[in-house]
T-cell receptor, first 116, second 112 residues
Framework: GAVVSQHPSRVICKSGTSVKIECRSL??????MFWYRQFPKKSLMLMAT?????????EQGVEKDKFLINHASLTLSTLTVTSAHPEDSSFYIC????????????FGPGTRLTVT | LAKTTQPISMDSYEGQEVNITCSHN???????ITWYQQFPSQGPRFIIQ???TKVTNEVASLFIPADRKSSTLSLPRVSLSDTAVYYC?????????????FGTGTKLQVIP
């Protein structure tokens, strides 16, 4: 099956710094990827839809200037958490569809962000 | 996006069959039903997908009644390693790339 990877798997940063998380589709091209955030014992919350070659579409309540998304190629989307604060500590997960019309999404392993 | 409702949690003994039901009353004509499994600190993993009637693969079965307003994920002979959160998602099927909304999920605890 399709494989999606994320890097890093775990990151600790100081408050006020920025952190970049990468999401890669390893064996397929993805013009669209999705970014989720998951707090402990909670469900996944969709943050934004990442579109290759165009601006990301953010869900209501998600600050686009704080969570910068870049989808520069058909296999890579990045999420940058800018000026991170402790409340941004969470589990960030990306996903992608191998092709249009297919509803089966493949999820990355997630990135644990801890802001101290 | 269709909203889904699942039981928050379920317990089952090892070796038993587990059935998790999901309600999705406002499912659209083109929507598919997909179930995912998630272990702690991991991304969700695809289990099974269906549109109507019954779908079976090597790990589970999915039962969908004619009105498609609900669906039931059936896990045969669960083991301790099946302890996880199971999510029912509804959507997609109309072309393009479909974003999905996760519900609360069902936390399955398998007991020895």
């Amino acid at each position: 099956g399709a494989v999606v990877s994320q890097h890093p798997s775990r990151v600790i940063c100081k408050s006020g710094t920025s952190v970049k998380i990468e999401c890669r589709s390893l064996d397929f091209q993805a013009t669209t990827m999705f970014w989720y955030r998951q707090f402990p014992k909670k469900s996944l919350m969709l943050m934004a839809t990442s579109n290759e070659g165009s601006k990301a579409t953010y869900e209501q309540g998600v600050e686009k200037d704080k969570f910068l998304i870049n989808h520069a190629s058909l296999t890579l989307s990045t999420l940058t958490v800018t000026s991170a604060h402790p409340e941004d500590s969470s589990f960030y997960i990306c996903s992608a569809n191998p092709q249009a019309g297919e509803y089966e999404q493949y999820f990355g392993p997630g990135t644990r962000l801890t802001v101290t | 996006l269709a909203k889904t409702t699942q039981p928050i949690s379920m317990d089952s003994y090892e070796g038993q069959e587990v059935n998790i039901t999901c309600s999705h009353n406002n499912i659209a004509t083109n929507d598919y039903i997909t179930w995912y499994q998630q272990f702690p600190s991991q991304g969700p993993r695809f289990i099974i997908q269906g549109y109507k009637t019954k779908v079976t693969n090597e790990v589970a079965s999915l039962f969908i009644p004619a009105d498609r307003k609900s669906s039931t994920l059936s896990l045969p002979r669960v083991s301790l390693s099946d302890t996880a959160v199971y999510y029912c998602l509804v959507g997609g099927g109309s072309g393009g790339y479909q974003k999905v909304t996760f519900g609360t999920g069902t936390k399955l605890q398998v007991i020895p």
